[in-house]
């Protein structure tokens, strides 16, 4: 690896830095010693020139003493020793008879240290960088190892051309103002990365699984292409990793090399690897140390079998299946010691797995460092091990896990050192803060709204308490939302999640096909929301919700069916929710395995209007199709949902609380354009879609990445929808056409994950469809909100 160009520029400058004189005249360079003449012992030692060191203090520091001998080595080794403390600028030692004169000029005290011109570094960053602080004594040295500090930190935001000089502003008392005056500089960017010695796999393939890319005009959005030793390091954990899953065993970097172009303006990024063969596993044995755990009981845990290619990321899953086997029998220190054995000649391997009890240690102590703003109890509540707990690495890798889950930190290192006995560690939580406020504008086109535009500020960390307020507005064509919420995800310093919303929305109800029954429907109100975690994959939420529904702005009779102008008005509803969650994907903002189930029951008639009981039942089921494309991106996303509502105490379920199909959850269809139907009556336009009392629903989603840079965000999806939609109460002078049929409707589409928000486009056809049913085969959705 090539040094930072930061440290080479600190080296270069350091000499002249010493030996030249200083801002307003100050001399930087060391003071030659008079010759002093042997012979005779030193009576008296007179310091002069001090004004804010004691004397006592600087005659403790030279080597030569009140008795000793005039001895012109020991004299010079004082000077040494009195210039090596930092603390004078210059020091002159001479012979005064018996006594010895020490003359010295103090080194300034810094009174306050500024940044000017600095942009792509932060005062915040560099303060914490530098070890020039306000009372501190100032010294050229410490300047210049500060300017290399801030020029290191430019290196890693890619700006090698930076510039940073240290000023020096002279004040009273010997007193100074120390003043880095800085150049940011262009970014410097990644023109080119190649690979040299890969027989087996293209220059793309692997310019794909490194996350440094070549610079490009639609990654300006991005840092990715800015040149980052750190992230070069990253990229070879990411080669090892990509060789390793794919049976090359024997993979080495040669070299990970940075020059720059002749220009300076960009870097040529060049790694040199070995390959080596791709391996077969010869044989996979798994040895038990453990009582109670038989090798045929844990050989099992592992999905690695003989006559298979090697894969990494397969022999970790199998080593931590057996580390988790162990833990849950009770097996805290247990230990999987992994043995990989390679025949060249044969290409294949021998994989051993020797699972041991390992030696009992156990948590002294856990100390939190770097938390500026987060309280110490929000990070601790997040750990999975306490003080006095026995050390458990899968229990320390998910409570790092747990705090990236948080979103407050750009960084979270747990690491360990040693206790006050053999049998005890301490556990070092170290995290940086970043900003968790969120300013968000956009806008967009929705298939249901309109064009929009979206707005939102939101604060996750409030005062570093972990409470997450928001206020959120959607403005559109055909609607409006305004919502202010609060969250406390742990209420009351306890596993409890409460919070509450106030909201307003309205919607103009409309159809596609262009009849002209539309009306507008509001609801203002408010909810309050707690919830308990029962553990890390199940748990339970309760909401008590009031609110003023209105319909509203219906045309006249002859254009609007019956059912509308029946529930022309204003309503109240008091309702209870309960939602059981269990949650078993791999990630929750981008699953790609794993089963998700949330059970719903709505209860209303605590009060209000409405009286019924509504059920929602909703699953999502995610198989990963790696193994069979060879890349992470392919996906399969089985769900379905399912729906009840249930009329009480005589009460007749009006359109605000029936359930509605198509749009999103059947696409091929527009917005409510599926389910019973009033027909027209003749010579108007009186009919229309008004929802159901039982729906289901069902889909089979495809994801895939498509033939452009993964740095665009975008990827292809196709699908296939089914559901029906039925049991609307039939009126009296309406037609009703109420069917249980169901529909079905296929497609594809594309995601685009911008800076803005998720924008989905698909194009689906209606495969099932029946009289009645509106059509819609081009949608667009507009963030995760549609």
Same mark, same amino acid.
């Given at each position: 690896?090539?040094?930072?160009?930061?440290?080479?520029?600190?080296?270069?400058?350091?000499?002249?830095?010493?030996?030249?004189?200083?801002?307003?005249?100050?001399?930087?360079?060391?003071?030659?010693?008079?010759?002093?003449?042997?012979?005779?012992?030193?009576?008296?030692?007179?310091?002069?020139?001090?004004?804010?060191?004691?004397?006592?203090?600087?005659?403790?520091?030279?080597?030569?003493?009140?008795?000793?001998?005039?001895?012109?080595?020991?004299?010079?080794?004082?000077?040494?020793?009195?210039?090596?403390?930092?603390?004078?600028?210059?020091?002159?030692?001479?012979?005064?008879?018996?006594?010895?004169?020490?003359?010295?000029?103090?080194?300034?005290?810094?009174?306050?240290?500024?940044?000017?011109?600095?942009?792509?570094?932060?005062?915040?960053?560099?303060?914490?960088?530098?070890?020039?602080?306000?009372?501190?004594?100032?010294?050229?040295?410490?300047?210049?190892?500060?300017?290399?500090?801030?020029?290191?930190?430019?290196?890693?935001?890619?700006?090698?051309?930076?510039?940073?000089?240290?000023?020096?502003?002279?004040?009273?008392?010997?007193?100074?103002?120390?003043?880095?005056?800085?150049?940011?500089?262009?970014?410097?960017?990644?023109?080119?990365?190649?690979?040299?010695?890969?027989?087996?796999?293209?220059?793309?393939?692997?310019?794909?699984?490194?996350?440094?890319?070549?610079?490009?005009?639609?990654?300006?959005?991005?840092?990715?292409?800015?040149?980052?030793? @750190?992230?070069? *390091?990253?990229?070879?954990?990411? /080669?090892? &990793?990509?060789? $390793?899953?794919? #049976? +090359? !065993?024997?993979? =080495?970097?040669?070299?990970?090399?940075?020059?720059?172009?002749?220009?300076?303006?960009?870097?040529?990024?060049?790694?040199?690897?070995?390959?080596?063969?791709?391996?077969?596993?010869?044989?996979?044995?798994?040895?038990?140390?453990?009582?109670?755990?038989?090798?045929?009981?844990?050989?099992?845990?592992?999905?690695?079998?003989?006559?298979?290619?090697?894969?990494? @990321?397969?022999? *970790?899953?199998?080593?931590?299946? /057996?580390? &988790?086997?162990? $833990?849950?029998? #009770? +097996? !805290?220190?247990? =230990?999987?010691?992994?043995?990989?054995?390679?025949?060249?000649?044969?290409?294949?391997?021998?994989?051993?797995?020797?699972?041991?009890?390992?030696?009992?240690?156990?948590?002294?102590?856990?100390?939190?460092?770097?938390?500026?703003?987060?309280?110490?109890?929000?990070?601790?509540?997040?750990?999975?091990?306490?003080?006095?707990?026995?050390?458990?690495?899968?229990?320390?890798?998910?409570?790092?896990?747990?705090?990236?889950?948080?979103?407050?930190?750009?960084?979270?290192?747990?690491?360990?050192?040693?206790?006050?006995?053999?049998?005890?560690?301490?556990?070092?939580?170290?995290?940086?803060?970043?900003?968790?406020?969120?300013?968000?504008?956009?806008?967009?086109?929705?298939?249901?709204?309109?064009?929009?535009?979206?707005?939102?500020?939101?604060?996750?960390?409030?005062?570093?308490?972990?409470?997450?307020?928001?206020?959120?507005?959607?403005?559109?064509?055909?609607?409006?939302?305004?919502?202010?919420?609060?969250?406390?995800?742990?209420?009351?310093?306890?596993?409890?999640?409460?919070?509450?919303?106030?909201?307003?929305?309205?919607?103009?109800?409309?159809?596609?096909?262009?009849?002209?029954?539309?009306?507008?429907?509001?609801?203002?109100?408010?909810?309050?929301?707690?919830?308990?975690?029962?553990?890390?994959?199940?748990?339970?939420?309760?909401?008590?919700?009031?609110?003023?529904?209105?319909?509203?702005?219906?045309?006249?009779?002859?254009?609007?069916?019956?059912?509308?102008?029946?529930?022309?008005?204003?309503?109240?509803?008091?309702?209870?929710?309960?939602?059981?969650?269990?949650?078993?994907?791999?990630?929750?903002?981008?699953?790609?395995?794993?089963?998700?189930?949330?059970?719903?029951?709505?209860?209303?008639?605590?009060?209000?209007?409405?009286?019924?009981?509504?059920?929602?039942?909703?699953?999502?089921?995610?198989?990963?199709?790696?193994?069979?494309?060879?890349?992470?991106?392919?996906?399969?996303?089985?769900?379905?949902?399912?729906?009840?509502?249930?009329?009480?105490?005589?009460?007749?379920?009006?359109?605000?609380?029936?359930?509605?199909?198509?749009?999103?959850?059947?696409?091929?269809?527009?917005?409510?354009?599926?389910?019973?139907?009033?027909?027209?009556?003749?010579?108007?336009?009186?009919?229309?879609?008004?929802?159901?009392?039982?729906?289901?629903?069902?889909?089979?989603?495809?994801?895939?990445?498509?033939?452009?840079?993964?740095?665009?965000?975008?990827?292809?999806?196709?699908?296939?929808?089914?559901?029906?939609?039925?049991?609307?109460?039939?009126?009296?002078?309406?037609?009703?056409?109420?069917?249980?049929?169901?529909?079905?409707?296929?497609?594809?589409?594309?995601?685009?994950?911008?800076?803005?928000?998720?924008?989905?486009?698909?194009?689906?056809?209606?495969?099932?469809?029946?009289?009645?049913?509106?059509?819609?085969?081009?949608?667009?959705?507009?963030?995760?909100?549609?």
């Amino acid at each position: 690896m090539l040094k930072p160009r930061s440290v080479l520029l600190a080296s270069v400058c350091l000499l002249p830095a010493l030996i030249a004189p200083g801002p307003h005249g100050v001399a930087y360079a060391q003071q030659a010693p008079a010759a002093i003449p042997a012979g005779g012992v030193v009576q008296a030692i007179n310091v002069s020139g001090n004004h804010r060191i004691d004397s006592s203090t600087i005659t403790a520091y030279m080597v030569v003493q009140v008795g000793d001998p005039f001895d012109p080595q020991r004299i010079n080794d004082s000077l040494k020793t009195l210039y090596a403390t930092g603390l004078f600028k210059t020091v002159n030692i001479t012979r005064n008879g018996n006594t010895l004169d020490v003359n010295v000029v103090e080194n300034p005290t810094v009174d306050q240290v500024l940044f000017s011109g600095n942009k792509a570094v932060t005062e915040k960053d560099a303060q914490a960088a530098i070890s020039l602080k306000p009372r501190s004594v100032f010294t050229p040295q410490a300047a210049e190892a500060d300017r290399g500090a801030i020029l290191a930190l430019y290196a890693k935001k890619g700006h090698y051309n930076a510039t940073v000089t240290p000023k020096i502003i002279e004040l009273p008392d010997n007193r100074v103002n120390v003043v880095f005056n800085c150049t940011d500089g262009g970014a410097t960017s990644i023109s080119r990365i190649s690979f040299i010695g890969n027989d087996h796999f293209s220059q793309g393939t692997l310019r794909d699984v490194v996350s440094s890319r070549e610079s490009a005009w639609w990654r300006f959005l991005s840092s990715a292409d800015q040149y980052n030793s @750190d992230r070069v *390091q990253y990229d070879e954990y990411l /080669l090892h &990793k990509f060789y $390793l899953h794919k #049976g +090359y !065993a024997d993979f =080495q970097i040669l070299s990970a090399n940075a020059n720059l172009s002749p220009d300076g303006k960009s870097f040529y990024l060049t790694y040199d690897v070995s390959e080596g063969p791709r391996y077969k596993v010869a044989s996979v044995t798994v040895t038990s140390g453990i009582n109670n755990l038989t090798d045929k009981e844990l050989r099992g845990l592992v999905p690695i079998s003989a006559g298979d290619w090697f894969d990494g @990321d397969a022999l *970790q899953e199998g080593i931590d299946a /057996l580390n &988790k086997r162990a $833990l849950d029998l #009770g +097996y !805290a220190f247990a =230990q999987v010691n992994p043995d990989v054995e390679t025949d060249p000649k044969s290409k294949t391997l021998t994989i051993k797995l020797n699972v041991v009890n390992g030696p009992r240690v156990y948590i002294q102590r856990i100390d939190i460092t770097g938390n500026t703003r987060t309280e110490d109890k929000v990070i601790r509540r997040e750990l999975t091990v306490a003080e006095g707990d026995a050390y458990n690495q899968s229990k320390i890798d998910a409570s790092t896990q747990h705090l990236k889950n948080l979103g407050f930190f750009k960084d979270e290192n747990i690491t360990t050192s040693a206790g006050s006995t053999p049998q005890q560690v301490v556990l070092n939580t170290h995290v940086t803060e970043q900003a968790t406020g969120q300013f968000s504008l956009g806008g967009g086109y929705s298939s249901s709204l309109g064009a929009l535009l979206n707005t939102g500020l939101s604060q996750n960390n409030f005062l570093g308490t972990g409470i997450n307020a928001s206020i959120n507005a959607l403005l559109a064509q055909r609607g409006t939302q305004i919502n202010i919420g609060v969250t406390d995800p742990y209420f009351l310093d306890r596993n409890l999640i409460a919070g509450f919303d106030i909201f307003r929305t309205v919607t103009n109800s409309y159809t596609s096909s262009g009849q002209s029954y539309s009306y507008s429907e509001s609801n203002i109100g408010a909810d309050l929301r707690a919830g308990y975690r029962f553990n890390d994959h199940v748990r339970q939420s309760f909401t008590y919700t009031i609110s003023q529904r209105d319909i509203y702005n219906i045309p006249a009779a002859s254009s609007t069916n019956i059912y509308i102008l029946n529930e022309k008005g204003v309503s109240t509803l008091s309702q209870v929710s309960q939602t059981l969650s269990f949650d078993y994907v791999d990630d929750d903002q981008n699953p790609t395995s794993g089963l998700l189930l949330n059970l719903t029951t709505d209860f209303a008639g605590a009060g209000g209007d409405a009286k019924y009981i509504r059920l929602s039942p909703d699953v999502s089921y995610y198989i990963p199709l790696e193994h069979v494309f060879g890349s992470k991106a392919w996906v399969m996303k089985l769900s379905a949902t399912g729906g009840d509502l249930i009329d009480v105490a005589g009460y007749h379920d009006k359109i605000e609380d029936r359930f509605f199909l198509g749009g999103d959850n059947l696409r091929g269809f527009a917005d409510g354009g599926v389910g019973p139907y009033v027909v027209p009556q003749a010579g108007s336009n009186s009919g229309g879609q008004i929802g159901g009392r039982y729906l289901w629903t069902t889909s089979a989603e495809m994801h895939f990445p498509l033939p452009v840079s993964p740095d665009l965000g975008i990827s292809g999806f196709a699908f296939v929808d089914a559901g029906s939609l039925w049991g609307a109460r039939p009126l009296n002078g309406s037609a009703l056409i109420d069917s249980t049929a169901p529909r079905v409707g296929a497609g594809v589409g594309v995601s685009w994950n911008t800076p803005f928000g998720l924008i989905n486009l698909s194009l689906a056809q209606p495969v099932v469809k029946h009289r009645g049913d509106q059509v819609q085969q081009f949608r667009v959705s507009f963030g995760t909100q549609f």
